[in-house]
């Protein structure tokens, strides 16, 4: 994902946004669709802190 050792070791900015979604539904849902066309297979979203009414799109997004 062209991380290098300084990112990992020291936790950098860069690192956490490239790994975590941030923002409203459609920022959240777009993102999602980034990493899909990206080719990833397997997404991980944790829907407790997430506003219920959001569930069902982002499992579109996923899906």
């Known amino acids: 994902m062209g991380f290098d050792d300084d990112d ?3 936790l950098s900015n860069r690192l ?7 923002g409203d539904l459609d920022a959240v849902a777009r993102r999602i ?5 990206a080719g990833a297979d397997q997404i991980v979203v944790q ?4 506003p ?3 569930w069902a799109r ?3 997004a996923v899906g």
């Open 58 to 60: 982002l499992a579109g």
């Open 8 to 10: 990992i070791s020291g």
């Open 16 to 22: 956490v946004d490239g790994v975590t979604i941030w």
């Open 52 to 54: 219920r009414e959001w």
């Open 47 to 50: 829907l407790g802190r997430l």
């Open 33 to 37: 669709g980034e990493y899909r066309a």
